[in-house]
Protein backbone atom coordinates (compact mmCIF):
# COMPACT_ATOMS: atom_id res chain seq x y z
CA UNK A 1 0.00 0.00 0.00
CA UNK A 2 0.79 3.83 -0.63
CA UNK A 3 1.52 6.20 2.12
CA UNK A 4 -1.02 8.82 2.19
CA UNK A 5 -1.65 10.15 5.89
CA UNK A 6 1.12 12.78 7.56
CA UNK A 7 2.12 11.34 11.60
CA UNK A 8 2.61 13.63 14.26
CA UNK A 9 4.54 13.20 17.57
CA UNK A 10 7.57 12.38 18.74
CA UNK A 11 9.84 8.82 18.30
CA UNK A 12 12.89 8.05 19.62
CA UNK A 13 15.67 7.22 17.65
CA UNK A 14 16.23 3.96 19.32
CA UNK A 15 19.06 1.37 18.17
CA UNK A 16 18.30 -0.98 15.70
CA UNK A 17 17.99 -4.59 16.72
CA UNK A 18 18.69 -3.70 20.16
CA UNK A 19 22.26 -1.30 19.74
CA UNK A 20 22.93 1.69 20.58
CA UNK A 21 23.49 4.90 17.86
CA UNK A 22 27.15 5.82 18.00
CA UNK A 23 28.36 9.17 17.05
CA UNK A 24 29.33 10.43 13.68
CA UNK A 25 33.06 9.49 14.35
CA UNK A 26 35.36 9.35 10.83
CA UNK A 27 34.39 5.91 9.99
CA UNK A 28 36.97 5.82 6.92
CA UNK A 29 36.18 6.84 3.80
CA UNK A 30 32.97 5.81 2.28
CA UNK A 31 32.83 5.19 -1.28
CA UNK A 32 36.35 3.26 -0.84
CA UNK A 33 36.10 0.56 -3.01
CA UNK A 34 37.13 -2.59 -1.78
CA UNK A 35 40.02 -5.06 -2.54
CA UNK A 36 38.70 -9.05 -3.46
CA UNK A 37 40.70 -11.33 -2.03
CA UNK A 38 42.52 -14.25 -4.15
CA UNK A 39 40.26 -14.96 -6.74
CA UNK A 40 38.06 -18.30 -6.33
CA UNK A 41 36.60 -20.81 -8.70
CA UNK A 42 33.00 -19.84 -9.49
CA UNK A 43 30.52 -21.90 -7.67
CA UNK A 44 26.86 -21.95 -9.58
CA UNK A 45 23.93 -21.79 -7.62
CA UNK A 46 25.32 -21.76 -4.06
CA UNK A 47 26.82 -19.27 -1.62
CA UNK A 48 30.71 -18.44 -1.48
CA UNK A 49 32.90 -16.76 1.00
CA UNK A 50 34.59 -14.10 0.41
CA UNK A 51 36.57 -10.73 1.90
CA UNK A 52 36.45 -7.50 0.98
CA UNK A 53 39.14 -5.38 3.06
CA UNK A 54 39.98 -1.48 2.29
CA UNK A 55 41.38 1.52 4.76
CA UNK A 56 40.87 0.30 8.59
CA UNK A 57 38.41 -2.60 7.48
CA UNK A 58 38.43 -6.01 6.57
CA UNK A 59 35.23 -8.06 6.26
CA UNK A 60 33.92 -11.54 5.48
CA UNK A 61 31.16 -11.98 2.60
CA UNK A 62 28.81 -14.36 1.42
CA UNK A 63 27.67 -13.79 -2.74
CA UNK A 64 25.42 -15.88 -4.17
CA UNK A 65 26.27 -16.86 -7.96
CA UNK A 66 22.94 -17.75 -10.17
CA UNK A 67 22.84 -20.93 -11.53
CA UNK A 68 22.67 -20.03 -14.93
CA UNK A 69 25.49 -17.28 -14.87
CA UNK A 70 27.52 -16.80 -17.79
CA UNK A 71 30.27 -14.31 -17.09
CA UNK A 72 30.18 -13.02 -20.78
CA UNK A 73 26.58 -11.11 -19.73
CA UNK A 74 26.34 -8.19 -17.31
CA UNK A 75 24.03 -9.57 -13.56
CA UNK A 76 21.91 -7.48 -11.68
CA UNK A 77 23.76 -7.42 -8.49
CA UNK A 78 21.83 -6.92 -4.86
CA UNK A 79 23.73 -5.81 -1.48
CA UNK A 80 22.01 -6.58 1.80
CA UNK A 81 23.34 -5.06 5.01
CA UNK A 82 22.07 -7.11 7.80
CA UNK A 83 21.16 -6.19 11.19
CA UNK A 84 23.25 -6.10 14.14
CA UNK A 85 21.97 -9.24 15.85
CA UNK A 86 23.67 -11.07 12.85
CA UNK A 87 27.07 -9.16 12.82
CA UNK A 88 29.64 -11.46 13.82
CA UNK A 89 32.90 -13.27 12.54
CA UNK A 90 31.49 -16.55 11.70
CA UNK A 91 30.39 -15.45 7.87
CA UNK A 92 27.15 -17.19 8.31
CA UNK A 93 24.72 -15.27 10.87
CA UNK A 94 23.89 -12.77 8.11
CA UNK A 95 22.42 -15.82 5.55
CA UNK A 96 20.22 -16.90 8.66
CA UNK A 97 17.69 -14.11 9.25
CA UNK A 98 16.08 -11.75 5.73
CA UNK A 99 17.07 -12.51 2.40
CA UNK A 100 19.24 -15.27 2.90
CA UNK A 101 16.27 -17.99 3.35
CA UNK A 102 14.54 -16.89 0.82
CA UNK A 103 17.50 -16.75 -1.84
CA UNK A 104 18.10 -20.51 -0.37
CA UNK A 105 14.98 -21.57 -0.94
CA UNK A 106 15.06 -20.37 -4.79
CA UNK A 107 18.52 -21.58 -5.41
CA UNK A 108 17.35 -22.91 -8.87
CA UNK A 109 15.79 -19.72 -10.12
CA UNK A 110 17.70 -17.03 -8.54
CA UNK A 111 18.43 -14.30 -10.87
CA UNK A 112 20.72 -11.72 -9.19
CA UNK A 113 24.50 -11.41 -7.85
CA UNK A 114 23.38 -11.12 -4.03
CA UNK A 115 26.27 -10.66 -1.53
CA UNK A 116 25.67 -10.43 2.49
CA UNK A 117 28.69 -8.67 4.11
CA UNK A 118 28.87 -9.42 7.52
CA UNK A 119 29.93 -6.49 10.02
CA UNK A 120 32.23 -7.60 12.60
CA UNK A 121 31.77 -6.98 15.89
CA UNK A 122 34.66 -5.11 16.64
CA UNK A 123 33.66 -2.23 13.59
CA UNK A 124 32.40 0.92 14.58
CA UNK A 125 28.49 0.63 14.04
CA UNK A 126 27.80 3.43 11.59
CA UNK A 127 31.44 3.30 9.53
CA UNK A 128 31.18 -0.42 9.19
CA UNK A 129 27.94 -0.33 7.11
CA UNK A 130 28.80 2.64 5.27
CA UNK A 131 32.26 0.87 4.17
CA UNK A 132 30.91 -2.80 3.50
CA UNK A 133 28.06 -1.31 1.66
CA UNK A 134 30.12 -0.12 -1.24
CA UNK A 135 33.09 -2.23 -0.93
CA UNK A 136 30.74 -5.23 -1.99
CA UNK A 137 29.11 -3.71 -4.46
CA UNK A 138 32.32 -2.49 -6.31
CA UNK A 139 33.60 -6.21 -5.41
CA UNK A 140 30.61 -8.00 -7.18
CA UNK A 141 30.94 -5.48 -10.34
CA UNK A 142 34.61 -6.73 -10.77
CA UNK A 143 34.55 -9.77 -10.14
CA UNK A 144 31.26 -11.24 -11.53
CA UNK A 145 30.49 -8.65 -14.19
CA UNK A 146 28.14 -7.17 -12.16
CA UNK A 147 25.96 -4.65 -13.57
CA UNK A 148 26.58 -0.69 -12.25
CA UNK A 149 23.04 0.26 -13.84
CA UNK A 150 21.29 -2.11 -11.83
CA UNK A 151 22.61 -2.08 -8.02
CA UNK A 152 20.15 -2.54 -5.69
CA UNK A 153 20.72 -2.26 -1.64
CA UNK A 154 18.70 -4.18 1.27
CA UNK A 155 18.64 -3.17 4.72
CA UNK A 156 16.98 -4.80 7.60
CA UNK A 157 17.03 -3.07 10.79
CA UNK A 158 20.39 -1.60 11.70
CA UNK A 159 21.75 -1.75 8.47
CA UNK A 160 18.35 -0.77 6.42
CA UNK A 161 19.29 2.72 9.02
CA UNK A 162 22.64 3.17 8.01
CA UNK A 163 21.28 1.65 4.18
CA UNK A 164 19.70 5.81 4.21
CA UNK A 165 23.35 7.54 4.78
CA UNK A 166 25.00 5.01 2.33
CA UNK A 167 22.33 5.95 -0.55
CA UNK A 168 22.82 9.81 0.52
CA UNK A 169 26.79 9.25 0.18
CA UNK A 170 26.92 7.91 -2.56
CA UNK A 171 23.82 8.71 -4.80
CA UNK A 172 24.65 7.34 -7.97
CA UNK A 173 25.30 3.84 -7.19
CA UNK A 174 22.37 2.17 -7.12
CA UNK A 175 18.88 1.73 -8.50
CA UNK A 176 16.88 1.37 -5.77
CA UNK A 177 16.80 1.01 -2.04
CA UNK A 178 14.52 -1.36 -0.10
CA UNK A 179 15.00 -0.65 3.58
CA UNK A 180 13.02 -2.89 6.26
CA UNK A 181 11.92 -2.08 9.74
CA UNK A 182 14.29 0.85 10.03
CA UNK A 183 14.28 4.44 10.52
CA UNK A 184 16.99 7.20 9.81
CA UNK A 185 19.48 8.18 12.04
CA UNK A 186 18.98 12.00 11.46
CA UNK A 187 22.15 13.55 13.17
CA UNK A 188 24.35 11.56 10.42
CA UNK A 189 22.21 13.14 7.60
CA UNK A 190 21.36 16.65 9.12
CA UNK A 191 22.94 17.11 12.43
CA UNK A 192 19.34 17.61 13.63
CA UNK A 193 17.92 15.71 16.80
CA UNK A 194 15.27 12.92 16.32
CA UNK A 195 12.10 14.28 15.94
CA UNK A 196 9.24 12.85 13.79
CA UNK A 197 9.41 16.14 11.55
CA UNK A 198 13.46 16.20 11.59
CA UNK A 199 13.18 12.29 10.32
CA UNK A 200 10.73 13.67 7.43
CA UNK A 201 13.18 16.38 6.79
CA UNK A 202 16.12 13.74 6.75
CA UNK A 203 14.09 11.52 4.27
CA UNK A 204 13.28 14.66 2.19
CA UNK A 205 16.84 15.87 2.14
CA UNK A 206 18.62 11.80 1.00
CA UNK A 207 15.51 11.85 -1.84
CA UNK A 208 16.35 14.85 -3.58
CA UNK A 209 19.90 13.23 -3.77
CA UNK A 210 18.54 10.48 -5.82
CA UNK A 211 15.02 11.83 -6.99
CA UNK A 212 14.63 9.39 -9.44
CA UNK A 213 16.16 6.16 -7.57
CA UNK A 214 13.36 3.37 -6.94
CA UNK A 215 12.22 3.28 -3.16
CA UNK A 216 9.60 0.54 -1.19
CA UNK A 217 10.14 0.61 2.84
CA UNK A 218 8.20 -2.11 4.59
CA UNK A 219 7.49 -1.83 8.52
CA UNK A 220 5.51 -4.00 11.01
CA UNK A 221 2.70 -1.95 12.83
CA UNK A 222 3.65 -2.90 16.52
CA UNK A 223 7.33 -2.94 15.80
CA UNK A 224 8.51 -2.26 19.51
CA UNK A 225 12.12 -1.30 18.16
CA UNK A 226 11.64 0.75 15.64
CA UNK A 227 8.51 3.02 16.28
CA UNK A 228 6.10 2.93 12.97
CA UNK A 229 5.58 6.47 13.24
CA UNK A 230 9.40 6.68 12.01
CA UNK A 231 9.00 4.91 9.09
CA UNK A 232 5.78 6.42 7.99
CA UNK A 233 7.63 10.02 8.52
CA UNK A 234 10.51 8.82 6.29
CA UNK A 235 7.99 7.52 3.96
CA UNK A 236 6.24 10.87 3.71
CA UNK A 237 9.49 12.79 3.17
CA UNK A 238 10.68 10.86 0.26
CA UNK A 239 7.44 11.21 -1.27
CA UNK A 240 7.52 14.65 -1.47
CA UNK A 241 10.28 14.14 -3.69
CA UNK A 242 8.95 11.18 -5.56
CA UNK A 243 5.47 10.25 -5.75
CA UNK A 244 5.89 6.79 -6.87
CA UNK A 245 7.68 5.91 -3.47
CA UNK A 246 6.13 3.08 -2.19
CA UNK A 247 5.44 2.44 1.40
CA UNK A 248 3.73 -1.16 2.66
CA UNK A 249 3.09 -1.51 6.73
CA UNK A 250 2.12 -4.93 7.59
CA UNK A 251 -0.78 -4.68 10.50
CA UNK A 252 0.18 -6.58 14.51
CA UNK A 253 3.59 -7.52 12.98
CA UNK A 254 6.59 -7.14 15.21
CA UNK A 255 10.16 -5.91 14.14
CA UNK A 256 10.74 -9.25 12.06
CA UNK A 257 8.76 -7.76 8.95
CA UNK A 258 11.67 -8.61 7.18
CA UNK A 259 10.03 -11.91 6.83
CA UNK A 260 6.50 -10.78 5.26
CA UNK A 261 8.67 -8.06 3.17
CA UNK A 262 10.87 -10.50 1.48
CA UNK A 263 7.87 -13.31 0.87
CA UNK A 264 6.28 -10.49 -0.78
CA UNK A 265 6.41 -11.73 -4.96
CA UNK A 266 5.24 -7.95 -6.24
CA UNK A 267 8.83 -6.56 -4.84
CA UNK A 268 11.05 -9.02 -7.11
CA UNK A 269 8.67 -7.42 -9.92
CA UNK A 270 9.31 -4.08 -8.99
CA UNK A 271 13.00 -4.73 -8.41
CA UNK A 272 14.63 -5.43 -11.68
CA UNK A 273 12.30 -2.96 -13.51
CA UNK A 274 14.58 -0.26 -11.37
CA UNK A 275 17.17 0.86 -13.44
CA UNK A 276 19.48 4.09 -13.02
Not at 14 to 32: D, K, L, N, Q, R
Not at 70 to 82: E, F, G, N, R, Y
Amino acid sequence: MRFKYLVGGVAALVAACGGGIESAGTPGTPGTPGTPGTPTPVVKGQFQPGLISGPGYSNQYQVFVPLNYDATKKWPVIVVLHGSGDEGNDNQKQLLTGLGPVVNAQKATWPAITVFPQRRTTDQQRGGYLFIAIASLDSMIAKYNGDPTRAYLFGLSAGGQYGFEVIYRNPTRFAAYVPVAAHICTLCITGAQPTLQSMTDAATVIAQTVPAMGYWAFHGSNDATIPVVDARAAAAGWQKVNASAKYTEFPNVGHNSWDMAYATPALYTWLYQQHR
